[in-house]
């Protein structure tokens, strides 16, 4: 607040609100309140691609070559969903999108659990459907971060996000199992569904600055293809889009440590605590260990984080296969990569910078981007496996982790040749 002095007078001058030209001055909202916001979406992703689906249609009778195809097309719509996120952008705020999009997961959760038993195909396809809504929640609060996070918050904001989405999507899940393994049908859905419903209704606390009013489509579709122009063709943002689409901070080896447990003569038991629901506390801590690092340019960040994550693939690729060694990599591995994927988001939300008329579309394709590099480091890894054995698999994420050093190099010499920008 401001004031100013008429006689002998004090009136008060209320500070202006946001635009959705440029970021906000100060944060809008607490950052950590985003862990909640995050949450449902966390869980749903969690549920439908994480294991909890697939071992529930075991159960249900499919096959095992069926439900790898039902994972397998469970996994589109997290690539593609820049193509419906532009919705979260109009006709109406983004909070209410969040919230009907909560709702129709929700409904979509609870509609494929009772259809299970009895159809377990169609259970999938009402899963597929309810992901659809699903992405639409992460294009919406990531428009909310970028129109009410101020530049100066949104480490912290990236940290509870992630450590929502990592430790959450682990533990939402794995609390759903418990109760369906444990619980009636009628019972364990509607427990379920209230899990996703429940921080969704937050969201209303928010008070996002006044959604645009549509300057009618034509129009609309050049400032959303201005914005898009701004957002990849300056030399910063585009040293940031090429980071993102490089290995490092990918985090391919999660998924594979699993698939090479036994070759450290890992049990079934500890690998479920260690790569499940331990797994995903310490991702979340490293999440929220994020916060802690010194503000400096995110790029380099971002790819310095990457780069530290050779340390244990290396310890885990060369180190003689022991539980202990599985173990200590593992655990340092995941404590790290959680840290990466705060900066992560710290730099696509950096890359959005305003909201304008399309973060969450920006929000979404660059969240879309992160996804490709760890697809083809799965494949190759797997392929490293193939030709090297489980120790190949550790040794190539090690080796790619490396990669972003020379450019870190060249991006700090350009830097030096051009007026900085600000991080």
Not at 106 to 127: I, K, M, R, Y
Not at 221 to 235: I, K, P
Not at 267 to 276: D, P, Q, R, T
Request: with cysteine; glycine share 8%; hydrophobic share 50%.
């Amino acid at each position: 607040m401001q004031t100013t002095s008429r006689g002998d007078r004090l009136s008060t001058i209320p500070e202006p609100r946001p635009t959705y030209d440029t970021p906000p001055t100060q944060n809008l909202v607490a950052p950590n309140r985003f862990f909640w916001i995050a949450l449902p979406y966390a869980i749903y992703i969690g549920f439908t691609t994480n294991g909890t689906v697939s071992l529930l249609l075991r159960r249900a009778g499919m096959p095992v070559d069926h439900v790898a195809n039902a994972i397998a097309l469970l996994g589109i719509p997290s690539s593609i969903y820049f193509l419906w996120s532009p919705l979260a952008d109009i006709w109406t705020s983004r909070r209410v999108w969040h919230l009907l999009s909560t709702v129709a997961s929700a409904a979509a959760l609870a509609v494929g659990c009772l259809l299970l038993e009895h159809s377990p195909q169609l259970a999938v396809w009402t899963f597929f459907a309810g992901l659809i809504f699903c992405m639409l929640i992460s294009a919406a609060f990531g428009g909310l971060m970028a129109s009410m996070i101020a530049p100066e918050g949104r480490t912290r904001a990236s940290a509870w996000v992630q450590a929502s989405n990592l430790g959450g999507g682990a533990i939402g899940p794995g609390i759903i199992l418990y109760l369906a393994l444990h619980l009636r049908l009628y019972l364990w859905v509607p427990l379920a569904t209230l899990l996703l419903l429940l921080p969704a209704v937050l969201v209303l606390s928010l008070r996002e600055p006044p959604h645009r009013p549509s300057p009618g489509f034509r129009e609309h579709l050049r400032r959303v293809g201005h914005e898009l122009r701004d957002t990849c063709l300056t030399s910063k943002n585009f040293f940031g889009l090429l980071l993102l689409l490089l290995p490092p901070g990918a985090g391919a080896l999660i998924g594979l440590l699993p698939a090479i447990s036994p070759d450290y003569n890992v049990s079934g038991s500890a690998v479920v605590w260690i790569n499940g629901i331990g797994g995903g506390s310490l991702l979340a801590l490293g999440c929220l260990a994020g916060i802690l690092l010194p503000r400096f340019d995110r790029r380099v960040a971002y790819a310095l984080s990457g780069t530290v994550n050779a340390l244990p693939a290396f310890y885990l690729a060369f180190a003689r296969p022991s539980y202990q060694v599985y173990m200590v990599g593992t655990i340092v591995y995941l404590f790290a990569i959680g840290i990466t994927c705060t900066l992560s988001m710290d730099l696509m939300l950096d890359i959005v910078g305003a909201v304008g008329h399309s973060g969450s579309l920006r929000f979404s394709i660059l969240s879309s981007l992160s996804y490709v590099p760890t697809a083809y480091m799965t494949w190759l890894e797997g392929r490293a496996a193939t030709t090297y054995g489980f120790r190949g698999v550790p040794a190539l994420e090690a080796i790619s982790s490396l990669v972003d050093l020379p450019l870190i190099a060249l991006w700090l010499w350009y830097r030096r040749r051009e007026r900085p920008d600000t991080a």
